[in-house]
Structures are given as C-alpha cells and as structure tokens.
C-alpha cells in the first residue's frame, strides 16, 4: 500500500523559512512525478513545484519562482520542498501527491503552513 506521509509545517513569520518533507513508502519503481500543492482556505488546491523523476526536470508556480525549491532524495524515498522568504499569502494546507506511470495518483494527509505578517 502506498503512503505518503508529510512534516514540516508550522507557524513561521514573513520573511522565514521551511522545509517540508514527503516521505513515500510502499512503492515503487514506476513513479512519473512528485509534487507539491497547497490548498488555501476557500480556494482551489493548486500545484507549487513538481519534480519528473527520470530527468529530474522541475517546474514551479509562478508566484514561488526563486523563494521555493523542490528536490528528491531518491535513496530516502523522500521529496522535499524549501521554502524560503515565506509571504502570508503562502498560508495554506500542503499536500504531496505522487503520480505513477498508469496515472494513478496518491496524495498525503496535508500539512499546515502559517505565515504571519
């Protein structure tokens, strides 16, 4: 059984940092890309970085271009998402989600990131 399983989120202050970390176990050797998305209250749940996991290759949403980086410890099963110079408007829940080669996708429990002004 697949799980992904998220930490690292708190209370921080404008300007601060965090890092959170997705760990993945139960796989899985047909993995297409991991990424990273947050969810705000009353909004959409939207992407903020993806790693594709044959070329390494990332993208990134526009508005965390240069404050946040995504990068995988492939030997740890882990994915991780630093972010840096944090706003208030990046307070919301983040998930991990996974996406297979069939297409199938798995999704942690979320974490909760707060940024105070």
């Known amino acids: 059984q697949v799980q992904l399983v998220e930490s690292g989120g708190g209370l921080v202050q404008a300007g601060g940092s965090l890092r959170l970390s997705c760990a993945v176990s139960g796989i899985i050797f047909s993995i297409r890309h991991m990424g990273w998305y947050r969810q705000a209250p009353g909004k959409q749940r939207e992407l903020v970085a993806r790693?594709?996991?044959?070329?390494?290759?990332?993208d990134y949403a526009d508005s965390v271009k240069g404050r946040f980086t995504i990068s995988r410890d492939k030997a740890k099963s882990t994915v991780y998402l630093q972010m840096n110079n944090l706003k208030p408007e990046d307070t919301a829940v983040y998930y991990c989600?996974?996406?297979?080669?069939?297409?199938?996708?798995?999704w942690g429990q979320g974490t909760q990131v707060t940024v105070a002004s």
């Open positions: 989600k996974l996406m297979i080669v069939t297409g199938a996708e798995y």
């Open positions: 790693i594709t996991a044959s070329s390494g290759s990332t």
